[in-house]
């Protein structure tokens, strides 16, 4: 079995590869007690979940990762991942940071998202 | 007992006072098996992690949060939390963005830092 450094970092690729191309099928990441705080608003489930995903206001987005930090989460597998980057979304000129921490639990063979928190970042200074 | 967002807000005052003011004290928030991603360093341990946030470059640092959220990480009383913010080390003149995720566990009537992820953001363009 794979460590959960590498997994996390798969996890992290398909993630956005996923969001970026083919956003409905992200509900395949999500069960129905995952949580999602997207900015000021949480959601719980997939169908909540998804329904925020599908709806955000930019339909074309792409994003780009700068880093991506896993720890194990506790004694039964699961992952804590950090990530930044910046997201390029339709219309906009300029990349906006952002950044996104996933609690990943495993079950059998896989694992699915079970805490998932997103913040765009704006410049300190 | 406080709900999960409260504990979670209330750890991160006391975390940033602690650290700005009296860091050698943060050592009450760790234990032998918490782990710490400081950047690109990874360290485990109260006693690696207190050494290593007490020989950062800067000696005098000022932290700012600029948002904090929460979510239960498990059934047991776990609680995650991301916080974004600036700081404003001695001798620099314009604060630096950070992130930082928590995975705080319940001990008795209170709480340690089971999983610790730091990163500085830089602008996205």
């Known amino acids: 079995m794979a460590d959960f450094d590498t997994i996390g970092k798969e996890f992290v690729k398909f993630y956005y ?3 970026d191309s083919a956003r409905p099928n992200l509900s395949a990441l999500y ?44 004694e039964q597998g699961g992952i804590l ?3 930044t980057g910046a997201l390029m979304t339709e219309g906009e000129q300029r990349p906006m940071s952002f950044v996104q921490t996933f609690h990943l639990k495993p079950e059998g063979q896989t694992y699915f ?11 300190a200074a």
């Open 31 to 74: 069960r129905d007690n995952s949580m999602l705080t997207f900015e000021t608003q949480q959601t719980m489930g997939t169908a909540a979940i998804l329904e925020k995903l599908t709806n955000l206001p930019f339909q074309n987005v792409e994003h780009k990762t700068d880093t991506v930090d896993c720890q194990p989460a506790d």
């Open 17 to 19: 590869a996923t969001f």
């Open 113 to 123: 998202v079970f805490n998932d928190i997103f913040r765009l970042v704006y410049p």
């Open 81 to 83: 991942v950090l990530v």
